[in-house]
């Protein structure tokens, strides 16, 4: 049974940066490489939204409208983990954030539309001054 775990979370000041990171374990082989990894958030009150996905093999990621140009999304293949890279932290970026995986028929490929099986219990991430 694949398990994950989100790290990172903090209270920061608009502007700065956090690493969230999200470490899986269980999976098939004991390798990533058959699940594409994403990462949502949910504020207090709102629909949850897809913030990010990395594909199973090759890399690729996509990053929502929302925080592209300040969040990015990378694998360590051999650590199992998968990290989300917030720079430029807005107020309206306070949310739980969760990874969770799924296992795509194109593993070259990634949405943060696809059915995610596996969830996280989230992190918390706070930005005020």
């Known amino acids: 049974q694949l398990q994950l775990a989100e790290s990172g979370g903090n209270m920061v000041q608009p502007g700065g940066s956090l690493k969230l990171s999200c470490a899986v374990s269980g999976a098939a082989g004991g390798t990533l490489d058959h699940y594409a990894i994403a990462w949502f958030r949910q504020a207090p009150g709102k629909e949850r939204e897809g913030v990010s996905c990395?594909?199973?093999?090759?890399?690729?990621?996509d990053i929502a409208d929302s925080v592209k140009g300040r969040f990015t999304t990378s694998k360590d293949n051999d650590k199992n983990t998968v990290y989300l890279r917030m720079n430029r932290l807005k107020s309206e970026d306070t949310a739980i954030y969760y990874c969770?995986?799924?296992?795509?028929?194109?593993?070259?490929?990634?949405?943060?539309?696809?059915?995610?099986?596996?969830w996280g219990q989230g992190t918390q991430v706070t930005v005020s001054s």
């Open positions: 969770a995986a799924a296992q795509i028929f194109d593993e070259y490929y990634c949405s943060t539309y696809s059915n995610y099986d596996f």
């Open positions: 990395i594909s199973a093999r090759g890399g690729l990621t």
